[in-house]
C-alpha cells in the first residue's frame, strides 16, 4: 500500500515536471535564439572534462552567492511580510500639516 | 519542500512527537526520517553550489551529477508530500501573503530545477552520449546553452530565497541533529517553564 501511495505521488510529481518540460520546451523555440560572443563560445568549447581542485575556491564563492541570496531573502521576509499591522502599531506623524504655509505677502 | 517551523517544539509536532506520547519505535523512525530529510537538504544545497562550477568539477561529473539531483528532487518532495498536498488545496481558500508566496517560490523552483535539467540534457556532451549510446553533436546548441545558463542563475537565487523562508526549520532540524545535548537542555528549560505556575 505505501508502495502504490509513493508511486501514485511519483506518478504526479513526474506529470507536473512533464508540464514544466513542455513550457520550457516551447519557451525555448519560440524566444529569439541569440548567439554568444566569441570569447565565451570558447570558453564553453573547452571545458575540462575533469575536476581541478584548484578550482575550489569558486565553489566556495558560489556557496557565499547562495549565502547572500539566503539573508537578503532572510531580511525580506522577515521585514516585509511579518511586520506589525498597522492597526497594531502607533502611527508616525510626519508633521507634514503642523506648519502654516508661508504667504508671501504681495507688495 | 517547506516546513513552516519556528522552533524544535514545533519540528517537534510534524516529525519528532514526544516520546512519552509515542513509542519508541515511532520515535526512532521519525527521528531518521527527519535525519535523512536533513541530511537530503543538505546534499541538494551543496549539489546546487557544485553544479555551478564546472571549472572545479570538471564537464564530466557536473553532467552526472545533474542528472543525480532528479532523484535527490523527487526524493525532497516525496519526503515534503505533506505539505505539498495541504498547501495545495488550501492554495485557493484564503492564505496569508507569506504561504502564498512561499507556494510560488516552491512552484518556481520546481519549474525552474526542471527545465534547468532539461536544458542540461539537450546540451550534454558526456552523459546523455554515454547514456544512449550516441555519440555527441558537433556543435553546441547555444540558445539551450544560454538558456541553461539562465535556469541555473535563477535556481540558484530562489534556491537561496527557499533556504531563507525555511531558516527556522534547518536551525531546529541541525540543532536536533548536530548538537543533541544542547537540544536536551533546551527541552528540559521549556518543560520547567510550562510547568511552573
Not at chain 2, 137 to 160: C, K, T, Y
Request: one cysteine or more; proline letters at 5%.
Amino acid at each position: 500500500m505505501t508502495w502504490i501511495r509513493a508511486l501514485s505521488r511519483m506518478a504526479l510529481l513526474s506529470l507536473a515536471a512533464a508540464a514544466f518540460v513542455g513550457l520550457t520546451a516551447i519557451y525555448g523555440e519560440v524566444a529569439p535564439p541569440q548567439v554568444p560572443n566569441p570569447d565565451w563560445q570558447a570558453f564553453r568549447r573547452h571545458r575540462a572534462p575533469a575536476p581541478h581542485v584548484d578550482e575550489f575556491p569558486e565553489f566556495v564563492a558560489e556557496g557565499m552567492v547562495v549565502t547572500i541570496y539566503a539573508v537578503a531573502g532572510r531580511l525580506l521576509l522577515r521585514l516585509r511580510l511579518s511586520r506589525v499591522p498597522y492597526t497594531q502599531g502607533k502611527p508616525i506623524g510626519l508633521n507634514v500639516a503642523t506648519h502654516e504655509p508661508t504667504r508671501v505677502s504681495d507688495q | 519542500m517547506v516546513r513552516n517551523v519556528t522552533s524544535a517544539t514545533a519540528l517537534r509536532g510534524q516529525g519528532l512527537r514526544s516520546p512519552l506520547a509515542e513509542t519508541s519505535q515511532s520515535a526512532t523512525s521519525a527521528h531518521w526520517r527527519l535525519k535523512i530529510t536533513f541530511w537530503l537538504d543538505v546534499a541538494l544545497l551543496v549539489s546546487v553550489c557544485v553544479l555551478q562550477t564546472v571549472s572545479f568539477t570538471g564537464l564530466v561529473l557536473h553532467e552526472w551529477l545533474g542528472l543525480a539531483t532528479v532523484g535527490m528532487v523527487l526524493a525532497h518532495l516525496l519526503f515534503a508530500w505533506g505539505w505539498i498536498a495541504t498547501q495545495s488545496r488550501r492554495f485557493v481558500a484564503k492564505q496569508s501573503a507569506r504561504e502564498r508566496i512561499n507556494y510560488l517560490l516552491n512552484l518556481s523552483l520546481f519549474a525552474l530545477v526542471t527545465a534547468a535539467i532539461f536544458s542540461g540534457i539537450v546540451i550534454s556532451q558526456k552523459a546523455i552520449p554515454t547514456l544512449m549510446g550516441t555519440n555527441a553533436a558537433p556543435e553546441m546548441d547555444w540558445r539551450w546553452d544560454i538558456r541553461h545558463n539562465q535556469f541555473s542563475e535563477a535556481v540558484v537565487l530562489l534556491s537561496g530565497l527557499h533556504l531563507a523562508i525555511n531558516w527556522d526549520w534547518v536551525l531546529a532540524a541541525g540543532q536536533r541533529l548536530l548538537f543533541p545535548p544542547f537540544e536536551n537542555i533546551r527541552e528540559r528549560l521549556r518543560r520547567s517553564r510550562e510547568d511552573a505556575p
